[in-house]
């Protein structure tokens, strides 16, 4: 038997309870819809839940309840499957009855909820949460075959060591009941229906343990390489695309891929901030000196930063130019990235950037960097960027370049034109 502190309401026709429990009270307490006896023969209609993303757990969820001081989790809402009418609320208001006005009219819904111990309560909303808590306290041995959904374990669930210390953890829970599977459906379809997801220039705007995210936010801080000139912003923190007529030179979202890029050897985790605060600075000092380059030696980055100074339109060069394009900037990190490789100077090879035909009308960049169309619409894939920036690598090192990654430019050119020819694109020199 368990009593919880709860404050009682209601909204619409639904009475609930919130209170709060320590994680392992919580994770031996409430169990998961695909772990009920009768799951697998419920049909669509009667399945209130989904089915478990176990993988997401793993590598996603629990690292950052483990590994995260200033972790935190929204409201778990907890569905009474069963065993309502068993349950026990006693308001204070009927335990101290000589409370004056002041305390017992805002009191009269703050009280106690006594779970007797023969209800069944299941995850309606946050089991993803609930099955990281409990995978954390007890390890890769808590992990059930209704977890797996027929699925092998991997390495990384096995790999799951218990943290019996997160036990005292405290976390919000509402107590609702199951009336009905429609009801209790509709509640788990609007709650996630409603919650609208940040976007990824957002995430990359407040994530402080990611250091992809810091990197890109430091870049475009006041007094570094991409700060705003005037009231003109250079970097777009807003939204992951460009329009013909925007003064911004790239995206939030595409910094966080260039450093990303860049960086891609040192190990580092977006989920956890590195301590070594020395190769920190190497990696901004790095993604700096790639953007210094580009805008000193780019004529087309030279003649921006003069429109831009004077607040004029530079929606005609980002018709003319795919160096306007953020797509473009995310390949040229593969570029940097082989020429860092290669101990070549990055500001040798833009100085060979900048006799490269940029044209959106430039048949080399159809269904490499541009979609061959009348709409001239980038190609945004990650394999597709990095296709494209192992294309431009030849054309500005390509005397550097090993067999294999020569034969691999050539398959590229050889996809993009369905196979008609595989010629390989001229060196500049």
Not at 297 to 311: F, K, M, Q, V
Request: aromatic content about 8%; some cysteine.
């Amino acid at each position: 038997m368990k009593t919880i502190c709860v404050q009682k309401g209601k909204l619409g026709t639904t009475e609930y309870y919130l209170g709060k429990m320590p994680v392992g009270e919580l994770v031996d307490t409430v169990g998961l819809a695909v772990e009920l006896p009768e799951w697998k023969d419920m049909t669509a209609d009667e399945k209130m839940q989904r089915e478990p993303d176990i993988n997401r757990v793993v590598n996603e969820i629990c690292p950052y309840f483990t590994e995260d001081k200033d972790r935190f989790f929204g409201c778990v809402i907890v569905d009474i499957y069963s065993g309502f009418e068993d349950m026990i609320f006693e308001p204070i208001t009927d335990v101290i009855p000589q409370l004056s006005a002041a305390y017992r009219i805002p009191l009269k819904d703050v009280g106690f909820l006594t779970l007797p111990g023969q209800e069944r309560l299941i995850a309606l909303d946050g089991q993803h949460r609930i099955i990281a808590m409990k995978l954390c306290l007890k390890g890769s041995s808590a992990i059930s075959a209704a977890m797996l959904g027929g699925k092998k374990m991997t390495t990384q669930m096995l790999a799951l060591e218990p943290h019996p210390e997160l036990a005292k953890e405290e976390i919000s829970v509402i107590f609702v009941e199951h009336t009905d599977n429609m009801k209790i459906r509709k509640i788990f379809n609007k709650v996630n229906k409603y919650a609208r997801q940040t976007g990824r220039g957002q995430n990359i705007i407040t994530a402080d343990d990611d250091i992809w995210a810091s990197l890109a936010r430091r870049l475009f801080s006041e007094g570094e390489v991409l700060a705003k000139i005037g009231d003109i912003e250079l970097v777009n923190w807003r939204s992951n695309t460009l329009s013909k007529r925007s003064k911004q030179l790239t995206t939030v979202s595409a910094l966080y891929t260039i450093a990303e890029t860049l960086e891609k050897d040192r190990g580092w985790s977006a989920k956890v901030l590195p301590t070594d605060e020395e190769s920190i600075e190497e990696a901004f000092e790095n993604n700096t000196y790639f953007w210094e380059q580009l805008l000193k030696g780019l004529s087309i980055y030279r003649e921006y930063l003069a429109l831009t100074r004077e607040d004029k339109t530079v929606s005609k060069l980002r018709e003319q130019s795919l160096l306007m394009k953020p797509v473009t900037h995310m390949a040229l990190a593969h570029v940097a990235y082989m020429a860092q490789k290669k101990d070549l100077d990055w500001a040798d090879i833009v100085m060979k950037l900048d006799k490269v035909d940029w044209s959106m009308d430039n048949p080399l960049w159809f269904n490499i960097l541009v979609i061959g169309s009348a709409n001239k619409k980038m190609i945004t894939g990650k394999e597709s960027i990095k296709a494209a920036g192992l294309v431009i690598s030849y054309m500005v090192m390509g005397d550097y370049m090993t067999t294999e990654e020569i034969e691999e430019v050539r398959r590229v050119i050889s996809n993009s034109t369905n196979g008609e020819k595989d010629e390989l694109p001229q060196k500049i020199q």
